[in-house]
């Protein structure tokens, strides 16, 4: 899980996404999160986008992109925070639906 999303999410900052496509906002998140900076850079990315994955209001996980090049925009940003509720949706209902009490079947 992105550290950088995990401490503003701790300090109840909404995030939707986190996009890195520039010099200088790669050394602001480095500050953030400079694990994933790191790694980023060793593997030859340029730019980098990460979004949380909240189950109800609980964050479960982030889901991160990499580009070998730079120019990775806002429409990249949009659609990786979409993917990301959709996944938080989805998992919150697999956990209700486990929650619920076994039926027995009629027949």
Same mark, same amino acid.
């Given at each position: 899980?992105?550290?950088?999303?995990?401490?503003?999410?701790?300090?109840?900052?909404?995030?939707?996404?986190?996009?890195?496509?520039?010099?200088?906002?790669?050394?602001?998140?480095?500050?953030?999160?400079? %694990?994933?900076?790191?790694?980023?850079?060793?593997?030859?990315?340029?730019?980098?986008?990460?979004?949380?994955?909240?189950?109800?209001? %609980?964050?479960?996980?982030?889901?991160?992109?990499?580009?070998?090049?730079?120019?990775?925009?806002?429409?990249?940003?949009?659609?990786?925070?979409?993917?990301?509720?959709?996944?938080?949706?989805?998992?919150?209902?697999?956990?209700?639906?486990?929650?619920?009490?076994?039926?027995?079947?009629?027949?």
């Amino acid at each position: 899980m992105s550290n950088c999303i995990q401490k503003l999410f701790l300090n109840n900052v909404p995030v939707n996404h986190i996009l890195c496509d520039t010099l200088q906002e790669i050394e602001i998140y480095r500050t953030l999160d400079p %694990r994933l900076v790191n790694e980023c850079e060793q593997e030859g990315f340029r730019s980098f986008c990460s979004a949380p994955v909240y189950a109800g209001d %609980r964050l479960w996980a982030t889901i991160t992109i990499q580009a070998h090049e730079a120019g990775m925009g806002g429409e990249h940003a949009d659609l990786l925070t979409e993917v990301g509720r959709a996944l938080g949706i989805s998992i919150q209902l697999v956990q209700m639906r486990e929650q619920l009490p076994a039926t027995k079947k009629e027949g």
